[in-house]
């Protein structure tokens, strides 16, 4: 198939660009940065510089690369902007879905996230309800409207991801979280946390091109409260436990789905990654 990665150049993006190369598929990869291009060059992909917020560039990147499907690996969050990444959100894929219908294309495959559930009783499935504000407002709308965006296309699948763990991302002992763990700090979106390995999200993004349209959980199989991971984190890096809190209570996701479509984690559990990662 011909595909087109939007944030290729990314963490998780990479990853899916090395995995659909190897597969045999013809891969065009996006980056905002043109000294990006020859990092996707050398993953087998073809670099595309584009800017997902100027609809143009988004056009264009269609007309190039004339995929069968687009997939959504688009963020903003190497610098903690968490605005720019609900614009992102918002208008990115509002363009992406906008163009793929200009230009036929029915099938985008689109990361979310799984910590949007409103709190309740077990891991959620999928169609449990999302979270709301004290007056009834979504708690998320930048994710809602990523969501609806994509499943207004014919064949458009939602990845439900839970919070990337592994190399690169935050919870590597580079990483963000991690940094602050070793000072004593965590600070948990939401209190109930489904967790996922960046390498089975990968996995699970070029499985769901055979996937059915719709939304999926991609999580592993041992969700956790921060009272729990928090201060494992800590211990892991060093520090010593002065603050553990969440902004919200949430609630956990389930694989089931995910599970039924054939999508096995290699990292069932983040307890047993970490231990393997940081070491005892």
Known sequence: MRILVAGGSGVLGTRVVN??????????????????????????????????????????????????????????????????????RVEGTANLAAAAAAHGVEHLVAQSIAWVY?????????????????????????????????????NGVVLRYGLLYGPDTWYAPDGDAYRRAAEGEVVATTAWTSFVHVDDAAEATVDALTWPAGVVNVVDDAPAHVEEWGPRLVAF???????????AEGRTASNARARSLGWTPRHPSWRDSWLEEFGA
């Open 19 to 88: 995995r659909l190369v190897r597969a045999g598929h013809e891969v065009c990869a996006t980056t905002r940065r043109a000294d990006r291009e020859p990092l996707v060059t050398a993953s087998g992909a073809k670099p595309v510089v584009m800017d997902a917020l100027v609809a143009d560039d988004v056009t264009r990147a269609v007309e190039v690369s004339a995929p069968d499907v687009i997939i959504h690996e688009l963020t903003d969050l190497a610098s903690l902007d968490f605005a720019g990444n609900a614009r992102l």
């Open 118 to 154: 409103e709190p309740g009783e077990g891991p959620a499935e999928e169609t449990a309800p999302l979270a709301r504000t004290a007056d009834g407002a979504a708690a998320f709308p930048s994710v809602e409207a990523l969501e609806e965006a994509v499943l207004g296309l014919r």
């Open 237 to 247: 890096a060093g520090g010593s436990v002065r603050s553990i809190s969440a902004r």
